[in-house]
């Protein structure tokens, strides 16, 4: 079961901004759905075989993940760099439970079961 969404939107006003601001987080850049805004979302952000892996802490209902499928693309920014991500997919737990290593794998008594994974595009394999 994910996280309850009036979770979200006290993360999304408090604690989002401070995680961008400090620069420790993976920052996922992404464009809103209906508005065309651009979003800044502090995830954790594992890196897979080929792309990275979101655990989908609030489900695929979130804003984010709605405006990264929605698009097809996003940017991340981790580590220094800015990759460039597309072909958002959602996937279950098993080939997220594959991918991820035991010690980044959510707890099984959380109940997540949706995971988003998406792939670096040729232009962030070029950089």
Same mark, same amino acid.
């Given at each position: 079961?994910?996280?309850?969404?009036?979770?979200?939107?006290?993360?999304?006003?408090?604690?989002?901004?401070?995680?961008?601001?400090?620069?420790?987080?993976?920052?996922? =850049?992404?464009?809103?759905?209906?508005?065309?805004?651009? !979003?800044?979302?502090?995830?954790?952000?594992?890196?897979?075989?080929?792309?990275?892996?979101?655990?989908?802490? !609030?489900?695929?209902?979130?804003?984010? =993940?709605?405006?990264?499928? %929605?698009?097809?693309? %996003?940017?991340?920014?981790?580590?220094?760099?800015?990759?460039?991500?597309?072909?958002?997919?959602? =996937?279950?737990?098993?080939?997220?439970? %594959? %991918?991820?290593?035991?010690?980044?794998?959510?707890?099984?008594?959380?109940?997540?079961?949706?995971?988003?994974?998406?792939?670096?595009?040729?232009?962030?394999?070029?950089?």
């Amino acid at each position: 079961m994910p996280m309850p969404q009036w979770w979200g939107h006290i993360n999304k006003r408090v604690f989002n901004p401070r995680a961008i601001e400090g620069g420790k987080w993976p920052v996922l =850049v992404h464009t809103g759905r209906s508005s065309g805004s651009t !979003y800044r979302t502090p995830l954790d952000a594992f890196e897979v075989d080929g792309g990275y892996l979101f655990i989908l802490v !609030y489900g695929s209902g979130a804003d984010w =993940v709605r405006n990264v499928r %929605a698009s097809g693309t %996003a940017r991340l920014r981790v580590g220094g760099k800015e990759l460039e991500l597309g072909a958002p997919r959602l =996937v279950g737990e098993d080939e997220a439970f %594959a %991918a991820l290593p035991a010690a980044s794998r959510p707890p099984r008594f959380l109940r997540i079961t949706e995971f988003l994974r998406m792939d670096l595009t040729t232009d962030s394999l070029q950089r």
